[in-house]
C-alpha cells in the first residue's frame, strides 16, 4: 500500500506560486483604479498566467515520487507542537495546481470581456486574484492548519464575490446564506482537526504535517478515526455541497457568471475531495465513514438531478448539476477510489467551466437573462459559444471519448467492481438524467423558434475573441483530458500510476474487462435513452418550456427543488430566528443587561454611603490616620 | 540624674502637642510648626536611646530627619505662599476641593 518514502527536497519558487496573485490582488487593490480599469485586469490575468506558467514548470520537473517543499518560516511554536508556513507540492497538488491556475488564468481572460461593461471591475479582479491565492494556499499547503486557512479564504472570496453586485439585496442574501452553510460545514471540519491533533497528541505525536500524520495515522484508535473522518467529512460536504448542506450552491448563481464558472464549478467546490484524497490516509482507515461517504455522494447526485429537470434558469440547471457531479466523486471517494474522484475533478473542471463560460457569453449577449423560457434558436446568432456548448454537453452527458465518458465510466465502474450495486443503479439513472436535462437546455436555449424579445434580439452578437479564446481551450479540454485516465481495453490509464506515490496503488480490479466494456454499454444505453427523450421532448420547443402549471405532481416537487429551502426555513431558520430575538428582547436586556448594571447599581448605592467620609478636610484625614496608628498600636500593646 | 524615662515623656509630650496642633489650629504655618515639633520629640527620643545604649545609630537618624524637615520646611512654606497668593487665606478648613 505505502509506496517507498518519497524524496523531500527543498525548492524556493514554490512560494513565488501564491505570491504573485496576492500581490497582483494588493496591487490592485491600492492603485487598480490609478491604473486604469483594463490595465487593472489585464495585470491580475497576467498574475495568474505567471502562476500558471510556474505551475507548469512544477508538474514538468517534478519527479514522481518526489515532494518539493518550500517553507517560508515556523509559523507556531509551542514546545514540541510546531507549524511551519510551509508548501508542498506532489503528484495531487502539481495536478490540483494545474487545474487551479490554468481554469483560474482562462477565466481571467474571459472575465476580462465579460466584465468590461461593469464599473466595478478592479474590485472583481481583486476578489478573483485573492481567491486564486487562498485556493492555492489551500492545495499546497503541507499541514492541516495552512489548508484550513486557505479552506476559509476562499470561503470568504465565495462570499465577497457572490454578492459582487451587492445593489440587489437578493444577492447579498445568497452571499450570506452561503457563508452561513459554510460555517456549519467549517465547524466541523475545524472540530476534527482539533479531536485528530488531542488524540495524536495523547500518543505523543504533536504535528499537523501531512507526512508525519501519514506516519503515525495507525497509533489511533479505529472508532477516534471514524470519529475524526466523520467531522471532517461534514467540512467537505459544507464546501464541496453535498446532501444536506448543498444548498448554498445553487443560490451562489447569484454572483458574476465567471465566478460561478471558476468557484462555483470548477476549483473551490472540489476542495473537499481534494481534501478527503489529502488525507486518504486516514479515511481508508475507517471504512464506517466510507460508506457513508458513497451513500451522501450518491444521494446528492440523485437528489439533485431530479431537481435539474425542471429548472428554468440556465445557471440553476447548471448549479444542480454541479452538485450532481460533486455526488459523484464523492460516490468514487466512498468507494476509495481517491484517484478517480481526482480525475472527475480534472475533467469536471474543464466541461462544467466551459458550460458556464457559454452560459455567460449566452447572458452577456441577451443583456442579462437567464430564463431559458425566453431564449432559443441563438445557434446562429453565436456558432463559437454553440459549438463549444455542444462539446461541453456531449462531456458531462459521457458520450463516448469525451472527457465526461472516461471519468463518469470510471466511477461507476469502481463503484460496481466494489460490490455497491445499489449505489451503482443510483449512478446509471443519475447518468440517464444528467443527459436529459443537458440536452433540454442545449435544445431550450439553442435549438427552436427564437423566443427572444425585439429588444435583446436586436443587440445579440457573438461575444468577442477574449471570451471565446477561453470557450474553445476549454472546449477542446472537455475533449481530451479524459483521454490520461482510459480504461483497460482501450490504451490503458496513465492517470493512476502519475498519482500512486501519493494515493498508493489503486485497489479496483481490472481483471474482468468483459464486465467493465458491458457495465459500460449499460451506461452508454441510459445515456442515449436520456437524449432520446430530450430530443422528443425539447427539439422543437414552445411548447413543453413554458408548461410549468401543467406538470405533474413529481413535476412540482422538482420543479420546486422538492422544498428543501422552505423546509430548512421551517425547521431550522425560523426557529433560530425565534429564539434569537427571544435571547434579543428578554434574555440579553433582562438577563445579561440586568445583570451588570445590578453590579454595578449596586457598587455605586454602596460607594454612596461611604464617599462622605472623604471630606477634603486635610485635618480630618490627619486625624482618621492618627485614629489609625493608634488603633493599630492597641492592637499590638494588646498581643503583649 | 536624669533617667531614660523622663526624656521619653518630654518627648511624648512634645508629640502630642505636635499632634494637637495639626489637628486643631486654623493655620496652616502653625500646622506646619506642629510637624517640626512632632519631628523633634522623635529625634529627642532618638538621642536618648543613643546616649542610653552608647551607640551611635540614632544620632544618624537624627541628622536624616533634620535634613529631610529643612527640605520639607522649603517646600511646604512655598506652598502656603503660594496657597496664600491664590486665595488670601491660610484657613486649611477652607481648603476642601478635592472631595467627593
Redesign the interface.
Known sequence: MVSPEPSSVAYDLLRWMPLIPLLASGFNLFFGRALGKQTAGALAAAAVGASFALACYVFWQLPAHGIWRDTVYTWIESGSFQVALSFQVDALTAVMLLIVTGIGFLIHLYSLGYMAHDEDRVRFFVYLNLFIFFMLLLVMGDNLLILFVGWEGVGLCSYLLIGFWHHDHNNTIAGNKAFIVNRIGDFGFILGIFVLVTELGRQGIWTLDFVELQQHVKMLEPATITLITVLLFVGAAGKSAQLPLFVWLPDAMAGPTPVSALIHAATMVTAGVYMTARLHFLFILAPATLALIAVIGAATAFFAATIALTQNDIKKVLAYSTVSQLGYMFLAVGVGAFGTAIFHVFTHAFFKACLFLGSGSVIHALGGEQDMRKMGGLKGFMPVTYWTYLVATLAIAGVPFTAGFFSKDLILWQTFSHGATGLWSIGLITAGMTTFYMFRQLFMVFHGECRVDAHAKAHLHESPAVMTLPLMILAAGSIFSGWLGAPEYLWGSRWEHWLEPVLGVSEVHHDSVSTEMIITLLTLGVVVSGFLLAFVNYRKTGAQTGSQAGGGLFYQISFNKFYVDEFYDLAIVRPFTALASFFARIIDPWVIDGTVNGVATTARRFSNIWRYLQTGNVQHYAAMFLTGALALLAYFLGQL | MVALHHYLILSAVIFAIG?IG???RRNLIV?LMSIELMLNAVNLTFIAFSRYLGSADGQVSVFFVMAVAAAEAVIGLAIIISVFRHRQSLD??E??????
Open positions: 499632634v495639626v489637628l486643631i500646622v486649611p478648613q481648603m476642601q476641593l478635592l472631595k467627593w
